[in-house]
């Protein structure tokens, strides 16, 4: 059961846009419309910011927006802030009744 | 508000067993499917089990498949995972996870740690 793919890291500047992409099979990514995103800071939980592909939950900011395209989602995080530095996961349904993790992303604000 | 609070982490020898359990509240326990996913040290997030809302259906990874077992007590708002033969690579930061409005959890716990070793 392999993990989706991320990329290990992506940085950008305060205010810039960066986008992560989470690659996976027809299996998963492309074959239903149930991939979330998640924000991870050190030692904390994890924080639901993407939905259902490219919804976002009460609280959100709208800075965050997330796509799908075949077999690879993508999370968006506009106007980068400092306080976004932090670790990303993107997940996925897959069939069978279970779920995937991807391998994790590393967002650093220069 | 939705809480979700894990216990019952801790140090335990190769081939061992432990329990952990989940305490929900400020939603209704019996209406929500409930996951366990963990994450090893300096590791990325795992999926490990996924358990129905009544508790008739229950999905693993297949790494757990045979040692964990999934299951809830909706009259105590409660979630467990029972771990047998438990290894060093089941060594993690063990969460619980509604299954809300995102399939793979909305709100997560706190987590417990759980060490394996001799």
């Known amino acids: 059961q392999s993990a989706l793919t991320q990329p290990a890291s992506v940085s950008g500047s305060p205010g810039q846009s960066i986008t992560i992409f989470c690659t996976g099979t027809?299996?998963?990514?492309?074959?239903?419309?149930?991939v979330s995103w998640y924000q991870q800071h050190p030692g904390k939980a994890p924080k639901l910011m993407i939905y259902?592909?490219?919804n976002r939950p009460s609280g959100v900011s709208n800075r965050f927006s997330g796509s799908k395209s075949g077999n690879t989602a993508s999370l968006t995080i506009s106007g980068l802030q400092a306080e976004d530095e932090a670790d990303y996961y993107c997940s996925s349904y897959r069939s069978s009744s279970t779920y995937v993790f991807g391998t994790g992303t590393k967002v650093t604000v220069l | 508000q939705v809480q979700l609070v894990e216990s019952g982490g801790g140090v335990v020898q190769p081939g061992r067993s432990l329990r952990l359990s989940c305490a929900a509240s400020g939603f209704t326990f019996s209406s929500y499917g409930m996951h366990w996913v963990r994450q090893a040290p300096g590791k990325g997030l795992e999926w490990v089990a996924v358990i129905s809302s009544d508790g008739s259906d229950k999905y693993y990874t297949d790494s757990v498949k045979g040692r964990f077992t999934i299951s809830r007590d909706n009259s105590k708002n409660t979630l467990y995972l029972q771990m047998n033969s438990l290894r060093p690579e089941d060594t993690a930061v063990y969460y619980c996870?509604?299954?809300?409005?995102?399939?793979?959890?909305?709100?997560w716990g706190q987590g417990t740690l759980v060490t394996v070793s001799s």
């Open positions: 027809s299996s998963d990514v492309g074959g239903y419309n149930y």
């Open positions: 259902d592909v490219s």
């Open positions: 996870a509604r299954r809300g409005i995102a399939a793979a959890g909305d709100y």
